[in-house]
Nanobody, 126 residues
Framework: QVQLVESGGGLVQAGGSLRLSCAAS????????MGWFRQAPGKEREFVAAINLNGNSTSYTISVKGRFTISRDNAKSTVYLQMNSLKPEDTALYYCAARSFGSETIRLSPGQYAYWGQGTQVTVSS
């Protein structure tokens, strides 16, 4: 199993930046495909970005492409989400998630992720 703890959320004005971090503990971090999801009030949880085991392949939802960057540091067991040019519609609770141990394929569905953090709130004011 792996335990995930997010940090870095907060309140920022439109156009600003935040960097989210997700620290993992437990089994070997480098064997987990990692993803970021978000959920706004009254909406379903949606895919934001994901990264493969060694960090050389990423995927983004179209609304954040060019503004957000996912990365990972396997030596630090941490995955990051750099968010630039933030918009009010980016306001949500952001979750870090991990696929099952050893799964090597990036997936976009929340149901394909086995482990979840508690979430960190991002609020973008206009």
């Amino acid at each position: 199993q792996v335990q995930l703890v997010e940090s870095g959320g907060g309140l920022v004005q439109a156009g600003g930046s935040l960097r989210l971090s997700c620290a993992a503990s437990g089994r070997t971090f480098s064997r987990y495909v990692m993803g970021w999801f978000r959920q706004a009030p009254g909406k379903e949880r949606e895919f934001v970005a994901a990264i493969n085991l060694n960090g050389n392949s990423t995927s983004y939802t179209i609304s954040v492409k060019g503004r957000f960057t996912i990365s990972r540091d396997n030596a630090k067991s941490t995955v990051y989400l750099q968010m630039n040019s933030l918009k009010p519609e980016d306001t949500a609770l952001y979750y870090c998630a991990a696929r099952s141990f050893g799964s090597e394929t990036i997936r976009l569905s929340p149901g394909q992720y086995a482990y979840w953090g508690q979430g960190t709130q991002v609020t973008v004011s206009s």
